[in-house]
C-alpha cells in the first residue's frame, strides 16, 4: 500500500487540457491503478518505426520494472535508453447514452514517460523478477518455486522506469447527454464491467497430493 499521497509534478506531455478534471497525478491514485493492472503496453520508435508491445510489469516504490529475454529486439531496444510512452488501463463500465455520439466507458487509465535503465547488476535483478511473479500473484514468490538461477540473470534483461513523468485519467459516473435528449424514451445507463477469476485447475502433471493454495483459490486483482 502506498502511503506517500505527493503528486507528480505536471509536464506538457502529462497535463490534461481537455476535460482536465479527470486527470489525477497523486501517487495514492496512479499506484493503485498499475497495482491493479495485469498488463501494460509500452509504445516507441525504432529505427523510424512505431513499436507498441503488451508485456507483464511490476513497480517497487517509485520505479516500473519490465523484463524479457536479452536477445529479444524489442528488449534490446528498450534497453538502449530509447524514449518509450507506457500505457495501462482498467475498463469499468460501458456507459449507454441516449445518443450514439454520446456513449462512452467508464475507465481509470495511467500513461507513463521515460527512458529505460537496464540493471546490470546479476544480484539487483533478483528481488525484482521475484517482485514480477508477486505482482501477478501476492504471496507465490515464497511458496517453494525454483531458485532463480544465475543461467536465468544472465538470459533475463530488466529494464527500470523511475515513475516521475506519469498521468492518470479516470472516468466515472452516467451518461453526459444533452438537455433535449432526456426526453427519448431509450433506456440509458451503465453497464459495469467486472473482472472475474474461475477455480484454479491443478496441472495434471503433479507428482504430489499438493493442495491448492489460499493465494490461488482466493484470488483477486
Not at 524489442?74 to 524514449?83: H, P, V, Y
Not at 514480477?132 to 522506469?161: A, C, M, N
Not at 489460499?214 to 486483482?221: E, L, S
Given at each position: 500500500?502506498?502511503?506517500d ?64 529475454s ?29 445518443s ?88 440509458a ?24 493454495p ?8
Open positions: 500500500m502506498n502511503k499521497n505527493s503528486e507528480i509534478q505536471k509536464t506538457k506531455r502529462t497535463t490534461l487540457n481537455r476535460l482536465s478534471k479527470r486527470g489525477h497525478y497523486d501517487k495514492k491514485t496512479l499506484y493503485s491503478i498499475l497495482d491493479s493492472a495485469l498488463i501494460c503496453h509500452i509504445a516507441y520508435v525504432y529505427e523510424g518505426e512505431p513499436r507498441v508491445i503488451p508485456t507483464a510489469f511490476a513497480r517497487i516504490e517509485n520505479d516500473f520494472f519490465i523484463h524479457g536479452r536477445v529479444a529486439g524489442n528488449i534490446k531496444a528498450l534497453a538502449s535508453g530509447i524514449m518509450a510512452s507506457i500505457s495501462i488501463t482498467r475498463l469499468d463500465g460501458l456507459v449507454l447514452a441516449r450514439g455520439f454520446n456513449h462512452s466507458m467508464n475507465y481509470r487509465s495511467v500513461i507513463i514517460y521515460g527512458a529505460g535503465i537496464k540493471i546490470e547488476k546479476k544480484e539487483e535483478k533478483r528481488p525484482i523478477l521475484n517482485a514480477f511473479i508477486d505482482h501477478l500473484v501476492p504471496g507465490r514468490s515464497d511458496d517453494g518455486l525454483k531458485p532463480i538461477s544465475e543461467q536465468d540473470l544472465i538470459d533475463t534483461t530488466v529494464i527500470r522506469y523511475p515513475l516521475n513523468e506519469m498521468s492518470a485519467k479516470i472516468r466515472t459516473g452516467h451518461p453526459n447527454d444533452e438537455d433535449e435528449d432526456y426526453n427519448l424514451p431509450v433506456w445507463g451503465v453497464i459495469p464491467v467486472l473482472r472475474q477469476f474461475g477455480e484454479p485447475i491443478t496441472d495434471p502433471k503433479m507428482r504430489y497430493p499438493t493442495p491448492t489460499d493465494y490461488a483459490k482466493n484470488y483477486q486483482k
